[in-house]
C-alpha cells in the first residue's frame, strides 16, 4: 500500500511559478506510476500530467505542456511537478496518485489519493 501526501501549494501572481511536491510512503513507490490532477472549483477533476514507474516516461495535458514539468525522484519517494507561467485557469486544488496504470491520464486506474493541495493564480 502507498500513502501520498502533497505540499507545496499556495498563492502566486500570474506567469510566476510554485513547485508541488508528493512525498510517498511504502517501499514499493519505485514501482508506481505517479499522476498528478487538479480540480478546480465547479469543475470535474481533470488530468494534468504523470510518469511511469519504469523509464519515467511522462505525459501532459494539452492545457500545461511546455509550462509543467513532472520528475520523480525514487531514492526520496517523492514525485515533484514544476509549475512555471503560471495562469489564473490553473487555479485548482491539485492532487497526487499513485497507481499501476495502463492509461496514465486515466484517474480510475489510480488506487491511492493525497488530499490535495491548493494552488491559487491571481491575474
Known amino acids: 500500500q502507498v500513502q501520498v501526501v502533497e505540499s507545496g501549494g499556495g498563492l502566486v501572481q500570474a506567469g510566476g511559478s510554485l513547485r508541488l511536491s508528493c512525498a510517498a510512503s511504502g517501499r514499493t513507490f519505485s514501482t508506481y506510476d505517479m499522476g498528478w490532477f487538479r480540480q478546480a472549483t465547479g469543475k470535474e477533476r481533470e488530468f494534468v500530467a504523470a510518469?511511469?514507474?519504469?523509464?519515467?516516461?511522462?505525459t501532459y495535458a494539452d492545457s500545461v505542456k511546455g509550462r509543467f514539468t513532472i520528475s520523480r525522484d525514487n531514492a526520496k519517494n517523492t514525485v515533484y511537478l514544476q509549475m512555471n507561467s503560471l495562469k489564473p485557469e490553473d487555479t485548482a486544488v491539485y492532487y497526487c496518485?499513485?497507481?499501476?496504470?495502463?492509461?496514465?491520464?486515466?484517474?480510475?486506474?489510480?488506487?491511492?489519493w493525497g488530499q490535495g493541495t491548493q494552488v491559487t493564480v491571481s491575474s
Open positions: 496518485a499513485a497507481g499501476r496504470t495502463q492509461y496514465m491520464a486515466r484517474d480510475r486506474e489510480y488506487n491511492y
Open positions: 510518469i511511469r514507474w519504469i523509464g519515467a516516461s511522462t
